[in-house]
């Protein structure tokens, strides 16, 4: 199906030289509450999930329905700092504003929430956060928790066997080479940063969109398959200092990387069910989709 867009964009004369290049790691990052700020990390713990942390927890509105920045780009704006026993949610635009969230929660109420097409128990977290979280989404809404013991599965179609994956969008993980952003920003009047993109892993040392032809990657001891190229909507229009949404960087990408109406930006990783990463590991190919 992607093919002629690897025909495109990769040149098998540039790839044999990059054979002796050495790909790291350079960036980590986890997005605990989904559609909220990421945090970047020197280490992450590997879950059957994703990452540790990475989109368990998620903001719903009054029906039990997730929200992104698609829909409420003020989430932008709301930022997280790890701590001992929870993270600080804090409001960019007005930083002495901010709410504790408990790693365990508080209210504990059981309840179904819907994300995309699935319905999913979660539980409750915290009263006086989600009406901090109201006041700043200008909406009535509440903060979930997705335990241990709820079962939201990955698409059959995506995965080799049965698989859990959290509150993202459909896959565990999400990667992107730095020289694809550096290529997309040479296109673009104003440049944007990586955090647009909500990545789990920046790689640096690559080819532009060399990420496009791996199969099967090892980042440190960890070995991930790279199964399918990550399809980009509204959300990447959204300037995450200012919440304020425009035309790019998602116009210009559709000029160059659209392919089958799919505009195609990074690569969704599926991988172990265990393990750990840490900044600066070798990313090595092992194998290629031609």
């Given at each position: 199906?992607?093919?002629?867009?690897?025909?495109?964009?990769?040149?098998?004369?540039?790839?044999?030289?990059?054979?002796?290049?050495?790909?790291?790691?350079?960036?980590?990052?986890?997005?605990?509450?989904?559609?909220?700020?990421?945090?970047?990390?020197?280490?992450?713990?590997i879950?059957?999930?994703?990452?540790?942390?990475?989109?368990?927890?998620?903001?719903?509105?009054?029906?039990?329905?997730?929200?992104?920045?698609?829909?409420?780009?003020?989430?932008?704006?709301?930022?997280?700092?790890?701590?001992?026993?929870?993270?600080l949610i804090?409001?960019?635009?007005?930083?002495?504003?901010?709410?504790?969230?408990?790693?365990?929660?508080?209210?504990?109420?059981t309840?179904?929430?819907k994300?995309?097409?699935?319905?999913?128990?979660?539980?409750?977290?915290?009263?006086d956060?989600?009406?901090?979280?109201?006041?700043?989404?200008?909406?009535?809404?509440?903060m979930?928790y997705?335990?241990?013991?709820?079962?939201?599965?990955?698409?059959?179609?995506?995965?080799?066997?049965?698989?859990?994956?959290?509150?993202?969008?459909?896959?565990?993980?999400l990667?992107?080479?730095?020289?694809?952003?550096?290529?997309?920003?040479?296109?673009?009047?104003?440049?944007?940063?990586?955090?647009?993109?909500?990545?789990?892993?920046?790689?640096?040392?690559?080819?532009?969109y060399?990420?496009?032809?791996?199969?099967?990657?090892?980042?440190?001891?960890?070995?991930?398959?790279?199964?399918?190229?990550?399809?980009?909507?509204?959300?990447?229009?959204?300037d995450?200092?200012?919440?304020?949404?425009?035309?790019?960087?998602?116009k210009?990408?559709?000029?160059?990387?659209?392919?089958?109406?799919?505009?195609?930006?990074?690569?969704?990783?599926?991988?172990?069910?265990r393990?750990?990463?840490?900044?600066?590991?070798?990313?090595?190919?092992?194998?290629?989709?031609?």
């Open positions: 199906m992607y093919q002629h867009l690897l025909e495109r964009f990769f040149n098998p004369t540039v790839e044999i030289s990059l054979v002796f290049v050495l790909m790291t790691l350079s960036e980590i990052w986890i997005y605990p509450v989904k559609s909220l700020g990421g945090v970047r990390l020197k280490e992450a713990n879950e059957q999930r994703g990452m540790q942390y990475d989109r368990r927890w998620m903001v719903i509105d009054h029906n039990g329905t997730f929200l992104t920045q698609r829909t409420d780009p003020k989430m932008a704006l709301l930022s997280i700092i790890i701590q001992d026993d929870g993270f804090f409001d960019k635009s007005d930083r002495e504003s901010s709410a504790f969230m408990p790693l365990n929660p508080q209210s504990n109420r309840i179904n929430v994300i995309w097409k699935d319905n999913v128990q979660a539980v409750t977290v915290c009263n956060l989600d009406v901090w979280l109201s006041k700043h989404l200008e909406k009535n809404v509440r979930v997705m335990p241990d013991s709820s079962q939201r599965m990955m698409h059959a179609e995506d995965s080799y066997g049965p698989a859990l994956v959290s509150f993202a969008d459909d896959f565990p993980f990667l992107i080479s730095q020289a694809s952003l550096d290529d997309l920003n040479k296109k673009l009047a104003a440049p944007v940063t990586m955090e647009r993109f909500r990545p789990n892993f920046v790689v640096a040392n690559t080819m532009p060399a990420e496009d032809q791996w199969k099967d990657i090892e980042i440190g001891s960890a070995e991930f398959l790279v199964s399918k190229p990550c399809e980009r909507c509204i959300l990447i229009n959204v995450q200092e200012s919440a304020v949404k425009s035309t790019e960087p998602l210009t990408l559709a000029s160059y990387r659209k392919v089958d109406k799919k505009i195609l930006f990074g690569q969704n990783l599926t991988g172990p069910g393990g750990i990463v840490f900044e600066g590991d070798d990313v090595k190919i092992k194998s290629n989709i031609i």
